[in-house]
């Protein structure tokens, strides 16, 4: 796949950005998440990767991206991606420089290259606990925040989901509990073709050809391969302790077993690219060395916000590249709630508007606005160009914003 160099018409830019973040990020897909955009406009482009807090055309760790002629290639195989990008989706991209916003409220702006993606898990539902916040698939957890986005079936939040539901589920695994961290849930009640998972690597059985993923104190389900077979490939060299991506049939019997590989590699982003990353910690070896989502992290020039270090520990990065490396200048670790909290932005025109129901449509999604909505004097109507921020609520979207786009 060719590598999509910088723009060089691009300008060197020493401002920094000072966009007051309202968009949810996991943090973006990640205590106190910083609310002033990690990636300054100096560099000679950009790499990011987190959760798509925003729509028009897609908000990445409160940049918005335009994403129309951009490469997109699936996370799991180099291939094409042609499906839609959408809210709460997890996704790595190699872009232009970032333009900083040119109003207080404004959000940065960059063009996007190239863009990974891909979901983490994929099969049955098993149960459901709405108490506990959470749903089992194929043995494994799934954590949910009140930011996580539900689409698919008639579902829009957790108490909609049940076991006669399939889902595919985008994310973060945390290492030390084998759990996944849902940023969106797609719910289906058609069963999907393969079945997907991620994570550790437990019982495994070179011998009889099988292992487990999560932690062997937990429910996990059995996975069972066969050696040399012309439809599984395997890993060369792996074992306990390794994190894998495993895509496998109903049968739970794997047909490709993928290392963790770091984004930055498959988007062939360069050296000097200002770099923002959000994601859980998967590798420790000290403050100033660890991995997130695969992507090497040197942080012993860096600045510390937040908790402390270690494996599973939710962080946002700011810094840049150098030999494939992300040299870190901030290191922010904020928590579930400053997570679920964070507003989302979407820039589009409206659609089916109703004034009785309180209700548009933007971008295919319902929003329902009420007496606490700041409408900026703004009188909705069919066709106007809208800037909104919006948050979950009872698996709706509340507009707690509105201003006409620029």
């Known amino acids: 796949m060719r590598s999509i160099q910088s723009n060089p018409n691009f300008q060197r830019r020493t ?32 790499f990011t990767s987190g959760t798509i807090s925003g729509l028009g055309s897609i908000i990445v760790n409160g940049i918005r991206y335009d994403d129309t002629n951009a490469n997109k290639i699936s996370r799991d195989d180099d291939t094409s991606f042609s499906g839609d990008l959408r809210v709460g989706m997890v996704v790595s991209i190699q872009g232009s420089p970032v333009v900083a916003a040119t109003t207080a409220n404004g959000t940065a702006t960059a063009t996007a290259y190239r863009i990974s993606c891909g979901s983490e898990w994929e099969g049955p539902v098993s149960s459901v606990n709405v108490g506990a916040s959470s749903f089992v698939m194929l043995g494994l957890t799934v954590d949910v925040l009140t930011s996580t986005v539900f689409e698919g079936a008639a579902v829009t939040q957790l108490s909609a989901l049940n076991v006669s539901h399939f889902v595919e589920v985008h994310g973060y695994v945390d290492q030390t509990t084998g759990h996944l961290q849902a940023t969106r849930v797609e719910a289906s009640t058609t069963q999907p073709g393969h079945y997907k998972l991620s994570g550790v690597v437990n019982s495994f059985d070179g011998v009889q050809h099988t292992f487990k993923l999560g932690l062997v104190a937990q429910p996990s389900s059995q996975i ?17 302790g390794v994190f ?7 049968t739970l019997q794997a047909t490709k077993v993928r290392l963790l590989t770091s984004p930055m590699a498959q988007l062939n982003a360069e050296d000097e690219h200002d770099a923002e990353i959000h994601g859980f910690i998967s590798t420790y070896t000290s403050n100033a060395d660890f991995i997130v ?12 916000s937040g908790g402390t270090l270690r494996v599973g520990v939710r962080v946002e990065i700011h810094g840049s590249i150098s030999n494939g490396v992300l040299v870190a200048t901030k290191v922010e670790t ?23 129901a309180q209700t548009f449509d933007l971008h295919g999604l319902t929003f329902a606005y009420n007496g606490s ?12 160009s809208l800037e909104l921020k919006a948050t979950r609520a009872s698996g709706g979207w509340l507009v707690k914003e509105i201003q006409l786009d620029d």
């Open 373 to 384: 909505t700041n409408m900026h004097g703004i009188t909705l109507a069919n066709g106007l």
């Open 293 to 304: 989502n695969g992507i090497p992290v040197d942080a012993s020039n860096a600045r510390l």
């Open 244 to 250: 894998v991506r495993v895509t496998m049939t109903s």
């Open 15 to 46: 401002l920094l950005l000072g966009m007051v973040g309202s968009v949810v990020q996991l943090s973006g897909c990640g205590g106190g998440g910083s609310d002033v955009a990690g990636l300054s406009s100096g560099g000679t482009g950009s």
């Open 224 to 240: 069972n391969w066969v050696d040399n077979a012309a439809n599984t490939t395997v890993p060369s060299s792996w074992g306990d």
């Open 334 to 356: 904020p928590s579930n709630t400053d997570v679920a909290t964070r507003e989302f932005e979407f820039h589009g025109t409206v659609t089916n508007w109703n004034g009785g």
